[in-house]
T-cell receptor
Framework: GAVVSQHPSWVICKSGTSVKIECRSL??????MFWYRQFPKQSLMLMAT?????????EQGVEKDKFLINHASLTLSTLTVTSAHPEDSSFYIC????????????FGPGTRLTVL | GENVEQHPSTLSVQEGDSAVIKCTYS??????FPWYKQELGKRPQLIID?????GEKKDQRIAVTLNKTAKHFSLHITETQPEDSAVYFC????????????FGRGTSLIVHP
Protein backbone atom coordinates (compact mmCIF):
# COMPACT_ATOMS: atom_id res chain seq x y z
CA GLY A 1 0.00 0.00 0.00
CA ALA A 2 0.87 3.66 -0.18
CA VAL A 3 3.30 5.01 2.40
CA VAL A 4 3.32 8.40 4.07
CA SER A 5 6.22 9.38 6.27
CA GLN A 6 6.63 12.15 8.79
CA HIS A 7 9.71 13.70 10.28
CA PRO A 8 10.53 14.08 13.06
CA SER A 9 8.60 11.44 14.96
CA TRP A 10 8.95 13.46 18.12
CA VAL A 11 10.36 16.82 19.10
CA ILE A 12 10.84 18.71 22.34
CA CYS A 13 11.41 22.44 22.14
CA LYS A 14 11.46 25.52 24.30
CA SER A 15 8.59 27.95 24.35
CA GLY A 16 8.96 30.61 21.67
CA THR A 17 10.83 28.51 19.15
CA SER A 18 9.51 27.34 15.80
CA VAL A 19 9.23 23.72 14.80
CA LYS A 20 8.94 22.31 11.29
CA ILE A 21 7.26 18.97 10.59
CA GLU A 22 7.60 17.28 7.22
CA CYS A 23 5.08 15.00 5.58
CA ARG A 24 6.12 12.96 2.55
CA SER A 25 4.29 10.62 0.26
CA LEU A 26 6.94 8.03 -0.53
CA UNK A 27 5.58 6.13 -3.49
CA UNK A 28 2.85 8.30 -4.90
CA UNK A 29 2.17 11.93 -5.68
CA UNK A 30 -0.25 13.94 -3.61
CA UNK A 31 -1.52 17.30 -4.77
CA UNK A 32 -3.46 17.51 -1.53
CA MET A 33 -2.41 16.61 1.97
CA PHE A 34 -4.23 17.08 5.24
CA TRP A 35 -2.88 18.10 8.63
CA TYR A 36 -4.56 16.91 11.80
CA ARG A 37 -4.03 17.54 15.46
CA GLN A 38 -4.85 14.94 18.07
CA PHE A 39 -4.97 15.44 21.81
CA PRO A 40 -4.66 12.44 24.14
CA LYS A 41 -7.68 10.17 23.98
CA GLN A 42 -9.40 12.48 21.52
CA SER A 43 -10.31 12.37 17.88
CA LEU A 44 -8.48 13.70 14.86
CA MET A 45 -9.15 17.39 14.37
CA LEU A 46 -8.52 18.67 10.87
CA MET A 47 -6.34 21.77 10.93
CA ALA A 48 -5.80 22.53 7.28
CA THR A 49 -5.70 21.22 3.76
CA UNK A 50 -2.36 21.60 2.05
CA UNK A 51 -2.52 22.22 -1.70
CA UNK A 52 0.48 21.82 -3.97
CA UNK A 53 1.29 25.07 -5.69
CA UNK A 54 -1.28 27.17 -3.87
CA UNK A 55 -2.24 28.40 -0.44
CA UNK A 56 -3.41 26.06 2.25
CA UNK A 57 -7.02 26.06 3.36
CA UNK A 58 -7.38 26.41 7.11
CA GLU A 59 -10.26 25.18 9.24
CA GLN A 60 -12.18 27.62 11.34
CA GLY A 61 -10.32 28.55 14.49
CA VAL A 62 -6.88 27.57 13.21
CA GLU A 63 -4.46 30.49 12.99
CA LYS A 64 -2.74 30.45 9.63
CA ASP A 65 0.07 32.68 10.89
CA LYS A 66 0.66 30.29 13.75
CA PHE A 67 0.62 27.11 11.70
CA LEU A 68 2.43 27.77 8.43
CA ILE A 69 1.88 25.21 5.71
CA ASN A 70 3.95 24.88 2.57
CA HIS A 71 3.26 22.26 -0.09
CA ALA A 72 6.51 22.57 -1.97
CA SER A 73 6.20 19.56 -4.25
CA LEU A 74 3.89 16.72 -5.16
CA THR A 75 5.42 14.59 -2.42
CA LEU A 76 6.18 17.03 0.39
CA SER A 77 4.14 19.23 2.69
CA THR A 78 5.53 20.98 5.74
CA LEU A 79 3.82 22.32 8.83
CA THR A 80 5.69 24.92 10.85
CA VAL A 81 4.47 25.72 14.33
CA THR A 82 5.71 29.25 14.89
CA SER A 83 6.54 30.63 18.32
CA ALA A 84 5.40 27.43 19.94
CA HIS A 85 3.84 27.48 23.40
CA PRO A 86 2.99 24.65 25.81
CA GLU A 87 -0.62 24.63 24.62
CA ASP A 88 0.66 23.68 21.16
CA SER A 89 1.92 20.39 22.55
CA SER A 90 0.06 17.68 20.72
CA PHE A 91 0.26 14.81 18.27
CA TYR A 92 0.30 16.12 14.70
CA ILE A 93 -0.62 13.73 11.90
CA CYS A 94 -0.69 14.27 8.18
CA UNK A 95 -2.55 12.27 5.59
CA UNK A 96 -2.57 12.05 1.84
CA UNK A 97 -5.18 10.63 -0.50
CA UNK A 98 -4.15 8.03 -3.04
CA UNK A 99 -4.96 8.92 -6.58
CA UNK A 100 -7.49 11.45 -7.77
CA UNK A 101 -10.08 10.52 -5.21
CA UNK A 102 -9.77 11.47 -1.57
CA UNK A 103 -11.65 8.38 -0.48
CA UNK A 104 -8.60 6.40 0.58
CA UNK A 105 -6.49 8.35 3.04
CA UNK A 106 -3.07 7.20 4.12
CA PHE A 107 -1.82 8.61 7.37
CA GLY A 108 1.69 9.46 8.41
CA PRO A 109 3.02 8.00 11.66
CA GLY A 110 2.54 11.30 13.47
CA THR A 111 4.81 13.75 15.26
CA ARG A 112 4.68 14.18 19.00
CA LEU A 113 5.41 17.83 19.82
CA THR A 114 6.21 18.80 23.40
CA VAL A 115 6.76 22.47 24.16
CA LEU A 116 8.41 23.21 27.48
CA GLY B 1 -21.42 20.61 7.82
CA GLU B 2 -21.25 16.95 8.66
CA ASN B 3 -21.51 15.82 12.28
CA VAL B 4 -20.51 12.29 13.28
CA GLU B 5 -21.44 10.85 16.65
CA GLN B 6 -19.72 7.68 17.85
CA HIS B 7 -20.64 5.38 20.74
CA PRO B 8 -19.51 4.04 23.08
CA SER B 9 -16.39 5.99 23.99
CA THR B 10 -14.99 2.94 25.78
CA LEU B 11 -15.78 -0.72 25.23
CA SER B 12 -14.39 -3.54 27.32
CA VAL B 13 -14.92 -7.17 26.27
CA GLN B 14 -13.55 -10.60 27.00
CA GLU B 15 -11.45 -12.36 24.41
CA GLY B 16 -13.70 -14.24 22.04
CA ASP B 17 -16.68 -11.96 22.54
CA SER B 18 -18.08 -9.70 19.86
CA ALA B 19 -17.73 -5.92 19.86
CA VAL B 20 -20.02 -3.41 18.21
CA ILE B 21 -19.30 0.28 17.70
CA LYS B 22 -22.00 2.58 16.37
CA CYS B 23 -21.87 5.89 14.52
CA THR B 24 -24.49 8.29 13.27
CA TYR B 25 -24.05 11.04 10.72
CA SER B 26 -26.05 14.11 9.85
CA UNK B 27 -25.36 14.90 6.18
CA UNK B 28 -27.54 12.80 3.91
CA UNK B 29 -25.09 13.53 1.07
CA UNK B 30 -22.37 11.48 2.77
CA UNK B 31 -21.80 8.27 0.88
CA UNK B 32 -18.44 6.93 2.00
CA PHE B 33 -17.85 5.56 5.50
CA PRO B 34 -14.37 4.35 6.48
CA TRP B 35 -13.29 2.86 9.78
CA TYR B 36 -9.80 3.38 11.16
CA LYS B 37 -7.89 1.55 13.87
CA GLN B 38 -5.28 3.46 15.84
CA GLU B 39 -2.95 1.73 18.25
CA LEU B 40 -1.35 3.80 20.97
CA GLY B 41 1.11 6.32 19.55
CA LYS B 42 0.70 5.04 16.01
CA ARG B 43 -0.99 6.19 12.84
CA PRO B 44 -4.65 5.48 12.09
CA GLN B 45 -5.00 2.63 9.62
CA LEU B 46 -7.98 1.92 7.42
CA ILE B 47 -9.49 -1.44 8.34
CA ILE B 48 -12.71 -1.44 6.38
CA ASP B 49 -14.96 0.95 4.50
CA UNK B 50 -18.42 0.95 3.00
CA UNK B 51 -20.17 3.00 0.37
CA UNK B 52 -23.79 4.00 0.40
CA UNK B 53 -24.80 1.64 -2.38
CA UNK B 54 -24.03 -1.31 -0.09
CA GLY B 55 -25.76 -2.28 3.12
CA GLU B 56 -23.11 -4.56 4.56
CA LYS B 57 -19.49 -5.46 3.98
CA LYS B 58 -17.43 -8.14 5.65
CA ASP B 59 -13.73 -8.89 5.86
CA GLN B 60 -12.90 -11.93 7.97
CA ARG B 61 -13.77 -11.02 11.58
CA ILE B 62 -14.72 -7.45 10.77
CA ALA B 63 -17.98 -6.28 9.27
CA VAL B 64 -19.64 -2.93 8.73
CA THR B 65 -23.34 -2.28 8.27
CA LEU B 66 -24.97 0.85 6.93
CA ASN B 67 -28.52 2.12 7.32
CA LYS B 68 -28.88 5.11 5.02
CA THR B 69 -32.43 5.86 6.05
CA ALA B 70 -31.52 6.12 9.71
CA LYS B 71 -28.10 7.59 8.88
CA HIS B 72 -26.13 5.24 11.03
CA PHE B 73 -23.41 2.67 10.48
CA SER B 74 -21.76 0.16 12.74
CA LEU B 75 -18.53 -1.79 13.05
CA HIS B 76 -18.78 -5.39 14.19
CA ILE B 77 -15.77 -7.37 15.37
CA THR B 78 -16.33 -11.03 16.09
CA GLU B 79 -14.12 -13.41 18.07
CA THR B 80 -12.17 -10.51 19.51
CA GLN B 81 -8.49 -10.96 20.32
CA PRO B 82 -6.19 -8.93 22.58
CA GLU B 83 -4.49 -7.47 19.51
CA ASP B 84 -7.81 -5.90 18.55
CA SER B 85 -7.35 -3.53 21.49
CA ALA B 86 -7.02 -0.03 20.05
CA VAL B 87 -8.97 3.13 19.39
CA TYR B 88 -11.40 2.86 16.50
CA PHE B 89 -12.61 5.89 14.56
CA CYS B 90 -15.52 6.06 12.18
CA UNK B 91 -15.75 8.74 9.52
CA UNK B 92 -18.20 10.00 6.94
CA UNK B 93 -17.69 11.98 3.78
CA UNK B 94 -19.07 12.70 0.35
CA UNK B 95 -17.13 10.57 -2.11
CA UNK B 96 -15.17 12.27 -4.85
CA UNK B 97 -14.11 15.85 -5.19
CA UNK B 98 -12.23 17.47 -2.37
CA UNK B 99 -14.62 16.74 0.46
CA UNK B 100 -12.86 15.87 3.66
CA UNK B 101 -13.95 13.11 6.03
CA UNK B 102 -15.46 14.01 9.37
CA PHE B 103 -14.27 11.72 12.15
CA GLY B 104 -16.13 10.43 15.15
CA ARG B 105 -14.63 10.92 18.60
CA GLY B 106 -13.27 7.40 18.75
CA THR B 107 -13.94 4.24 20.75
CA SER B 108 -11.31 2.72 22.96
CA LEU B 109 -11.71 -1.05 22.67
CA ILE B 110 -10.10 -3.18 25.34
CA VAL B 111 -10.04 -6.93 24.88
CA HIS B 112 -9.22 -8.82 28.05
CA PRO B 113 -7.42 -12.14 27.61
Amino acid sequence: GAVVSQHPSWVICKSGTSVKIECRSLDFQATTMFWYRQFPKQSLMLMATSNEGSKATYEQGVEKDKFLINHASLTLSTLTVTSAHPEDSSFYICSAPLGGSTDTQYFGPGTRLTVL
Amino acid sequence: GENVEQHPSTLSVQEGDSAVIKCTYSDSASNYFPWYKQELGKRPQLIIDIRSNVGEKKDQRIAVTLNKTAKHFSLHITETQPEDSAVYFCAARVSGGSYIPTFGRGTSLIVHP
